[in-house]
């Protein structure tokens, strides 16, 4: 475990959380509203963690040995709108 987020897939926030935060800035640069981009990235959330699209990663080189947490699946949530936060601060609407 590094020193600075927590076990993949576990802990509220791992190296993923910097992809979901990277996903916040890249929706607000598109001008996504924070409601609808916070509704698709739980979208997503859900539908990563079903037995059919973890059993689609695995095949193509994702770590899925285990599904995400509850808590995994909120700190993504919560790092994505906080990418979105930062991305509309700089992207003035």
């Known amino acids: 475990m ?6 993949v897939n576990v802990t509220p926030f791992d190296a993923w959380s910097f992809v979901h935060l990277a996903s916040g800035v890249v929706a607000a640069s598109m001008k ?6 916070i509704m698709l990235h739980t979208l997503f959330e859900l ?7 973890s059993g689609l ?3 193509v080189g994702f770590d899925r040995r285990r599904m995400d947490t509850p ?4 700190g993504d949530t919560v ?4 990418g979105w936060a ?3 601060s700089q992207y003035k609407r």
């Not at 539908?47 to 699209?53: A, F, L, Q, R």
């Not at 808590?71 to 909120?74: G, I, P, R, S």
């Open 86 to 88: 930062i991305g509309n």
């Open 47 to 53: 539908i990563e963690n079903t037995e059919e699209v």
């Open 71 to 74: 808590a995994n699946m909120l």
């Open 79 to 82: 790092a994505a709108g906080i």
């Open 57 to 59: 990663m695995k095949q």
């Open 32 to 37: 996504t509203t924070l409601p609808t981009f």
């Open 2 to 7: 590094s020193e600075w987020y927590g076990d």
